[in-house]
Every structure is written in C-alpha cells, then in structure tokens.
C-alpha cells in the first residue's frame, strides 16, 4: 500500500508507523509513559500518517478470521485510538485488507486529496 500511495500522491509525506497519542502529548523520548498515562493515552501508532494535514491510514487486518481488529478487546481499543485521535483534530480512515488489496482503499484515499 505504502507504495501505490507514494506512486499516486507523489507530494504527500507518508510516515510509517507515526506515533501520534506521543507526539501530542509532548513528544517521544524521556518521560513519554508518565505523559501518556497522564493524558490518559496509550502509545498508539497509526500505520500510515500525513502528519501535515492530519489523515491517517489504518489498514485492519484478520476481519474474517477473527483477527485482533473484530474481537472484543481488539475492537473496543481501536474505538478508543480512534476516538483520540478525532479529539486532537485527526481524521482517520479504516481499511480491511479485501479493501487494500483491491486497491479500492487507494482509490478512496486518492478522491480524500483529490476531491
């Protein structure tokens, strides 16, 4: 994926992994599980990030096979990363891996930039 969204949208800063509930709440290094908790925050990460227009990629693995995104706790967790991230001004879109593989998730993330 991370590919076809360089090819498609060649001027977006993609970033990997981007640990966003850190970032916001006064950066990675020394003191970031005291920040953390103290925001009342996990680590959480986005697996792709625009970090300059604030839209992030999720890409859900294991939907039909139980993964860890359509259990209980897996599920109830990604609300609350997600509704985090909505609150310091993210927006945030959610693919499974059917989505990424048949390209509609770039499809839909290209007509986000492209309108």
Same mark, same amino acid.
């Given at each position: 994926?991370?590919?076809?969204? &360089?090819?498609?949208?060649?001027?977006?800063? %993609?970033? $990997?992994?981007? $640990?966003? @509930? @850190?970032?916001?709440? *006064?950066?990675? *290094?020394? *003191?970031?599980? /005291?920040?953390?908790?103290?925001a009342g925050l996990k680590d959480w990460r986005f697996d792709f990030a625009d970090v300059e227009r604030?839209?992030?990629?999720?890409?859900? *693995?294991?939907? %039909? /096979?139980?993964? &860890?995104?359509?259990?209980? @706790?897996?599920? /109830?967790?990604? @609300? $609350?990363?997600r509704n985090a991230a909505t609150s310091m001004g993210w927006r945030v879109y959610n693919f499974t891996s059917d989505m990424i593989y048949s390209d509609e998730a770039i499809r839909f993330i290209e007509g986000v930039y492209n309108g």
């Amino acid at each position: 994926m991370e590919t076809r969204l &360089r090819q498609l949208l060649p001027g977006v800063e %993609w970033e $990997r992994e981007y $640990r966003f @509930a @850190a970032i916001e709440s *006064g950066g990675i *290094g020394k *003191g970031v599980r /005291a920040r953390l908790k103290r925001a009342g925050l996990k680590d959480w990460r986005f697996d792709f990030a625009d970090v300059e227009r604030k839209i992030a990629i999720e890409c859900d *693995g294991g939907t %039909w /096979a139980r993964g &860890r995104h359509t259990r209980g @706790a897996g599920f /109830a967790g990604d @609300a $609350r990363k997600r509704n985090a991230a909505t609150s310091m001004g993210w927006r945030v879109y959610n693919f499974t891996s059917d989505m990424i593989y048949s390209d509609e998730a770039i499809r839909f993330i290209e007509g986000v930039y492209n309108g």
